[in-house]
């Protein structure tokens, strides 16, 4: 009896890790889709939408700084277009998704991934310099 239920053990262990696995994918994959709707969003000169995408203090900041509402404001940055994905990581709550020509951070939230900032450029051994940003 106790070698079955070893066995029964290391089953359930497996299928945990293969569900991580899967779920490590389909989170990238949901953050993926999340930055490209906010690119298309910017591109299509959407503000309603482009805002929503963005973590409320992403979309806070983004209107102090520019003293106007986060639908205006946004165009003003003059973010880097960008239409294709070619990588996602995420680790725990965060993601980056690099695209052809703009880079991206995000949260995980109650409803979904959230940019946190945007128009991101890697610098030498130095964090990332991004034109919009939660505070």
Known sequence: MSRWRSTGLLAAICAVCLTGCSTLGEREAAASRTALRFEESVQQKDGARA?????????????????????????????????????????????RVVLNGDTLFLSAFPVGWKITAAGCVPRPRRPYQCQIKGG
């Open 51 to 95: 805002c929503a995408a963005l973590a409320p203090e992403t979309r806070q900041e983004v209107e102090q700084s520019a003293k106007k509402p986060c639908a205006q404001a946004l165009f003003e940055e003059q973010l880097p277009q960008a239409v294709s994905v070619h990588g996602a990581d995420v680790y725990g709550q965060q993601a």
